[in-house]
């Protein structure tokens, strides 16, 4: 298998990508305080962690929550792989991963 181009992911690549999320519990959960500094420094380590994690987002409009999403990604300068209903799966790739701890070492990716 070719490997994967982060930078500008393919669709098997997201595909791929949104296969490893389904198996992931969220590790983050969004609050009713929203997007706090707190919250986005605690989805950086996660990402630099584990580099794809899944997001519970709290209830509200469809747009709401994909605006809030998309606000996280900018702020850990990540990428929002994939979002159905409340659940986000976001990607950032880490050059060192931690082969412990990463959830794309430990699923073969």
Do not use: Y
């Not at 469809?62 to 990540?78: F, H, I, M, P, V």
């Amino acid at each position: 298998m070719a490997k994967p181009n982060f930078s500008n992911p393919s669709n098997d690549t997201l595909k791929q990508l949104r296969g490893i999320g389904h198996r992931l519990n969220p590790i983050i959960m969004v609050g009713g305080n929203g997007l706090t500094p707190t919250l986005i420094e605690e989805t950086a380590r996660a990402l630099t962690d584990h580099e794809l994690i899944k997001i519970k987002i709290p209830a509200g409009s469809s747009d709401e929550r994909k605006a809030c999403a998309s606000a996280l990604a900018d702020a850990t300068n990540s990428q929002v792989v994939h979002h159905i209903g409340r659940m986000v799966l976001l990607f950032r790739k880490n050059d060192e991963p931690n082969e412990k701890l990463s959830n794309l070492v430990r699923f073969g990716f």
